[in-house]
């Protein structure tokens, strides 16, 4: 809405490996609505030792996969607290 615009030469380095770079991502799409994968969470316990925490579960057995995969805990979320 403010008319942002990153320079043509900057990417995002974090999304190189999913090939979204700036000059790819239209007005108005989220990044944040990139699904995540169950390799995705192993991926990233693969690469450091800090706490991972894992937002927005909302099934007993998706909570226990989470710890299953290395996540140190689970935030359990469905009131839509982006509005609040």
């Known amino acids: 809405r403010a008319g942002f615009r990153t320079p043509g030469h900057v990417d995002f380095g974090n999304l190189r490996a999913l090939g979204v770079l700036t000059g790819d991502i239209p007005d108005g799409a989220r990044i944040e609505r990139l699904p995540l994968t ?23 057995e998706d909570a226990e996969h989470c710890v299953a995969l290395g996540a140190d805990g689970v935030i359990v979320s469905n009131h839509g607290g982006r509005q609040l």
């Open 38 to 60: 169950w390799d995705d969470l192993e991926w990233i316990r693969s690469r450091t030792r800090l706490p991972i925490v894992v937002k927005g579960v909302l099934r007993a």
